[in-house]
């Protein structure tokens, strides 16, 4: 067997290497220093929401360990570190008082990471809304966007003279249509197509967003949403009308009022946006990049007609999977059909990209005796790291590629059932244990130098 810490394939030489976690997945310490309640607090309390009944506490526990996570990252190469920044920790109610310690982290943070060489690349909001907020109406509610844009404000003055580069917002699809039509994920709420308004207030708290991080000497801002490479079941055209539909919904809802200040008709859903004047302007202001989340592809068939939504999310024939099972398949050129369908349909209207996070969970032990020797992690990145550039040939601009994740972290509803770290993390003694694929992405990382 070839040795897995070196890799097989020339990887592009232009890009920046990242890697990623997320405040709430890794940080702990949730009722240190005067942290609020998030909806994600209020979601892992409520009995039956996660698969194993567990919380994020301790969990890699990066708001005491911060400099083990600076050390790794120097260890890899990384020319950037993205994390997210807890709402409820630098405002505990979402409105009002800011709590110093809680910045005071964030500082320490952004500190370290620029003392070792890394670029801190945050992002102000990974979905922990205030609980406060979302007993207002949450994202369903245009005073949210409000609330975002002074909570920008505050992050923006107090970290701006050193960090220029940031991600507005993480993924909205999940947040709208996992967290509020659906609820698999917090807030738990299940309004099928009557959440899209949450979708127009969290790109509008985008635009906001841009505005205030560019007033505090921002070089580089910009959104970051999950996109999927989608295909129908087969070749009926009940088939292809559905697929059309989660196309639409999925990419086209969350890429197209950014990119070019236009919703794309949203009659076969029967709602409209609650568009204020002006709404589209601040929401499709330029942005210095174009942030991807790529996982797998998607196929869908029409779903049976007295069924709620117009869709379903079968199998991906002739593929293998991931450990989240057989919806989330191994298909790396998906992610190059993606990125080339990304540049023609959007044109030059479509700024750099950046592949905000890209990994994969397979099932590994809680509490190894070895080094775990994850072959099938490093395949799907050479793969997937091997489709980017596939991509870049053919035309596309692609700035950075980042994994996820720099460690096992609490894995939202399924708890910590699944593992995507380049490092292993004892979730009872938060130790972290390098894997193969840390080795791996490393010996990747210098070859590009």
């Known amino acids: 067997m070839p040795d897995a810490s070196i890799p097989t394939f020339p990887a592009p030489k232009n890009l920046r290497w990242s890697a990623a976690t ?34 994020a506490e301790p969990g890699p526990d990066s708001y ?42 964030y500082d320490r943070l952004v500190d370290g990471l620029l003392e070792a060489g890394i670029t801190p690349f945050p992002t102000l909001y990974h979905w922990d809304l205030p609980s406060s907020l979302e007993a207002e109406g949450g994202w369903l509610t245009r005073d949210t966007v409000e609330h975002f844009a002074t909570y920008a404000e505050i992050v923006a003055e107090a970290l701006g003279d050193r960090v220029k580069h940031w991600y507005t917002i993480n993924e909205p699809i999940s947040t709208s249509l996992q967290g509020y039509a659906i609820g698999e994920l917090a807030p738990g709420r299940q309004l099928l197509f009557d959440c899209l308004p949450t979708v127009h207030h969290q790109l509008l708290a985008h635009g906001r967003a841009v505005a205030a991080l560019r007033e505090n000497g921002a070089d580089a801002v910009g959104i970051v949403n999950n996109h999927t490479w989608v295909r129908p079941a087969s070749d009926s055209a009940a088939d292809a009308t559905a697929a059309y539909l989660y196309d639409l919904i999925h990419n086209r809802l969350f890429a197209e009022p950014v990119l070019t200040g236009e919703y794309p008709d949203l009659a076969p859903f ?38 709620p939504v117009p869709f379903v999310q079968v199998p991906t024939p002739g593929t293998e999977h991931t450990g989240f099972g057989e919806l989330w398949p191994i298909e790396p050129a998906a992610l190059t059909a993606l990125l080339v369908d990304t540049k023609e349909r959007y044109g030059t209207a479509l700024p750099p990209i950046i592949i905000g996070e890209n990994g994969a969970s397979f ?26 550039a596939d991509a870049v040939a053919q035309g596309v601009d692609i700035e950075e590629y980042t994994v996820w994740s720099l460690l096992d972290n609490f894995e939202w509803a399924n708890g910590f059932t699944q593992r995507f770290g380049l490092v292993h993390v004892d979730q009872d003694t938060s130790q972290r244990t390098p894997k193969a694929s840390f080795d791996w992405y490393r010996a990747l990382i210098a070859g590009t130098r």
């Open 22 to 55: 997320a405040a709430f997945q890794v940080e702990g310490a949730r009722t240190a220093d005067g942290r609020g309640r998030s909806i994600w607090d209020d979601f892992v309390d409520a009995p039956g929401r996660v698969i194993d009944g567990s919380s």
């Open 64 to 105: 005491h360990r911060g400099a083990e996570d600076i050390a790794l990252l120097r260890d890899l190469g990384v020319d950037r570190y993205r994390f997210s920044i807890s709402w409820v920790r630098v405002q505990p109610d979402g409105t009002g008082q800011v709590s110093v310690p809680g910045l005071a982290y």
């Open 270 to 307: 029967g709602v409209e946006m609650p568009i204020h004047e002006g709404d589209m302007a601040a929401i499709s202001t330029a942005s210095d990049f174009y942030g991807i989340n790529f996982y797998n592809p998607t196929t869908i068939a029409a779903a049976p007609e007295d069924a």
């Open 363 to 388: 099932p590994e032990p809680d509490h190894p005796d070895v080094r775990i020797d994850d072959t099938e992690r490093i395949a799907y990145l050479e793969g997937h790291i091997g489709a980017v």
